[in-house]
């Protein structure tokens, strides 16, 4: 039987990718055979992401392209982009993400927008223009970045704009699936609990936010670095060729209790 998760020929877009998770979905990717493009708002890390993962993959191609998410001609650009450099656009991963942790009745109206707008309308217009040249090929992988927290909310920790953006990830993730399913389009989502980061560090992984989340969750600790490639590559692999519309909680237990 083939390796159902060999990406190789695969050409891949990791959006979000100048830091944290995103540089291991990117890793991996590149690990697993794919060549990847990396999108980010600071290009200075993204190059050098870019550079140590060509490193480590020579045989891989892996280039750094500036683009803001909320930026719909920027999408554009960098979609045209890839394709001008691949040829193909095989595989998806929005994960471009920011939190904000203050209660509501202090957030100020500038703040929501910004990680809506991050974080969920990213989300759309990234698959929006990738979706078309899927759609002409009649073959492709999206995989979004929801959270724990678009499913679960906590009384302790004020992220009720994160909370709601990625509750529209994971609906976002099952209307379009059931769309472009007919088409050879999957499109599903992961949904990690606590995971360190540069946009976790300081807001989901204080002392008293990390007290709290090891008493409550069944595993009581966080996921550690590289326990959600195997969800990523699950749904950008032709191993999930029936599975669309799904979101996989990674997450230590915590939505069950």
């Not at 993959?57 to 392209?65: F, H, L, M, N, T």
């Amino acid at each position: 039987m083939n390796n159902l998760f060999d990406l190789t020929g695969k050409t891949a877009i990791v959006a979000g990718a100048s830091s944290g998770i995103g540089v291991q979905f990117a890793e991996m990717l590149a690990d697993q055979g794919a060549d990847v493009a990396i999108l980010a708002r600071r290009y200075d890390k993204l190059a050098a992401v870019a550079q140590e993962i060509g490193a480590k993959y020579p045989e891989r191609r892996i280039i750094p392209i500036e683009c803001d998410v909320r930026k719909e001609e920027q999408i554009i650009a960098a979609v045209q982009k890839v394709i001008a450099e691949f040829g193909k656009i095989d595989i998806l991963l929005n994960n471009a993400g920011v939190v904000d942790s203050v209660p509501i009745e202090a957030l100020e109206e500038e703040a929501w927008d910004r990680v809506l707008d991050t974080d969920l309308k990213g989300v759309f217009l990234m698959s929006k223009h990738v979706i078309r040249h899927m759609k002409e090929r009649k073959y492709g992988r999206i995989v979004n970045t929801a959270s724990m927290l678009g499913l679960t909310a906590s009384a302790s920790i004020p992220t009720h704009s994160y909370n709601a953006a990625k509750g529209g990830v994971i609906h976002l993730t099952r209307g379009v699936a059931a769309t472009y399913a007919k088409h050879g389009i999957t499109v599903n989502a992961i949904g990690p609990s606590l995971f360190k980061s540069e946009m976790t560090e300081n807001t989901l992984f204080t002392e008293q936010a990390l007290k709290m989340y090891n008493a409550v969750c069944p595993m009581g600790r966080p996921g550690n670095p590289g326990e959600l490639n195997g969800a990523v590559l699950y749904f950008a692999s032709d191993a999930s060729s029936y599975t669309t519309g799904q979101t996989l909680f990674v997450d230590g237990g915590w939505t069950v209790i």
